[in-house]
């Protein structure tokens, strides 16, 4: 009975090698341990043995009953990885598109200099514990204009604009702060969230001005913030996103949704403050809205002011993009030309 057994345990070990897949695995497993299966058949002639011989075998077969088992989960887990390595060797893609793309003379891809700027600044706001939240394009009066403290009759509505939907109820979002309105309502204070994103306004276009562009609103709601906090905060950030310490100027500035309000200039990196066409040569450019949340926003968004406060603002993306990349005219950004992309590839 112990040689059948050795004679069996060998035949399973020159056989194993030759299993190929997971259907062929399993029938192999039936063949050798299932009930009707070649060990099961030896212990049935157990029976017959002596108590002595009984227990000698028993513990033999148990071993070899182990052995097979491991044996079998190791070559299932090899099955199993070369199913999965051939899957991915036949869907393999080479996303990078390098030289391989190059010599069936096409184009590898590059990021529009506009997407690695937001992804920068998003990257700079999550590691300052910022989460990141959306609002529509298309967007109604309420969160574009009302909520922000911006009434039917109020002249803030002429300083923008607005493309307007035929219903005259809806309309392309002029600004990224229908961010803050939504934000607030999603979010328990204290809390701080930037929201990048497309905006729309029916300007006149010229080196600095294009018909959609792009913002990144901002909110920081606590307790005790103040316009020093917003100061310092503004400025780490745009020395972060420019790789160098940026000098900054205040001036007041009216938003209906803060008070008091600022507009934050930064020093012109194009010519380093001299004058350009970019900065109107003044040597300053216009980079951000900003200021303390008016308490009437707040409270339009559930929170109460008298125990909450905190500041808001709003940023250029594109202009931010321009000073980064030395791009003179905003126009480039949005004309859809590779050749201006792909100047941008490496960086
Ligand atoms: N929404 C303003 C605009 O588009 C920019 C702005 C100003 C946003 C002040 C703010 C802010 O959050 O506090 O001109």
């Keep these: 009975m112990l040689q059948k057994l050795e004679e069996v345990k060998k035949e399973f070990d020159s056989l194993l090698g030759s299993v190929k897949s997971m259907p062929e695995m399993a029938q192999f497993k039936a063949d050798f341990l299932g009930k009707k299966g070649k060990l099961n058949a030896l212990m049935g002639g157990m029976r017959e043995l002596s108590v002595e011989d009984k227990k000698s075998f028993g513990a033999r077969a148990n071993l070899v009953k182990q052995d097979m088992l491991s044996a079998i989960d190791r070559q299932s887990q090899?099955?199993?990885?070369?199913?999965?390595?051939?899957?991915?060797?036949?869907?393999?893609?080479?996303?990078?598109?390098?030289?391989?793309?190059?010599?069936?003379?096409?184009?590898?891809?590059?990021?529009?200099?506009?997407?690695?700027?937001?992804r920068e600044l998003e990257d700079i706001f999550l590691s300052m514990?910022?989460?990141?939240?959306?609002?529509?394009?298309?967007?109604?009066?309420?969160?574009?204009?009302?909520?922000?403290?911006?009434?039917?009759?109020?002249?803030?509505?002429?300083?923008?604009?607005?493309?307007w939907f035929k219903d005259k109820k809806?309309?392309?979002?002029?600004?990224?702060?229908?961010?803050?309105?939504r934000g607030m309502k999603q979010k328990k204070p204290p809390f701080k969230f930037v929201g990048p994103g497309k905006v729309f306004r029916c300007e006149t276009l010229d080196a600095s001005h294009e018909a959609a562009f792009h913002q990144l609103e901002g909110m920081m709601?606590?307790?005790?913030?103040?316009?020093?906090?917003?100061?310092?905060?503004?400025?780490?950030?745009?020395?972060?996103?420019?790789?160098?310490?940026?000098?900054?100027?205040?001036?007041?500035?009216?938003?209906?949704?803060?008070?008091?309000?600022?507009?934050?200039?930064y020093e012109c990196l194009l010519c380093g403050g001299k004058g350009c066409s970019v900065c109107k040569q003044v040597g300053w450019v216009e980079g951000l809205g900003c200021g303390m949340v008016h308490p009437k926003v707040l409270a339009g968004g559930g929170i109460d002011p008298n125990e909450w406060n905190g500041f808001a603002f709003g940023l250029g993306i594109d202009r931010l993009t321009m000073m980064r990349y030395h791009i003179d005219d905003v126009r480039h950004l949005h004309s859809g030309n590779l050749q201006f992309s792909e100047q941008f590839k490496a960086y």
């Excluded at 893609?93 to 506009?114: C, N, R, W």
């Excluded at 809806?170 to 309105?181: C, G, K």
């Design 78 to 118: 090899s099955l199993e990885m070369e199913v999965i390595n051939a899957k991915l060797a036949a869907n393999w893609q080479d996303i990078s598109l390098t030289d391989k793309v190059k010599e069936k003379g096409q184009q590898a891809a590059g990021l529009h200099p506009l997407t690695k700027v937001t």
């Design 129 to 163: 514990g910022f989460d990141i939240l959306d609002g529509p394009h298309i967007e109604d009066e309420y969160h574009n204009f009302e909520a922000l403290n911006i009434p039917d009759s109020h002249p803030a509505r002429d300083m923008q604009d607005t493309f």
């Design 170 to 181: 809806h309309l392309l979002r002029t600004h990224t702060s229908n961010i803050q309105i």
């Design 221 to 265: 709601v606590g307790k005790d913030i103040s316009v020093p906090h917003m100061i310092h905060f503004l400025r780490t950030l745009l020395s972060e996103i420019f790789k160098k310490e940026i000098n900054v100027r205040l001036r007041p500035g009216f938003f209906p949704f803060v008070e008091p309000g600022f507009e934050l200039d």
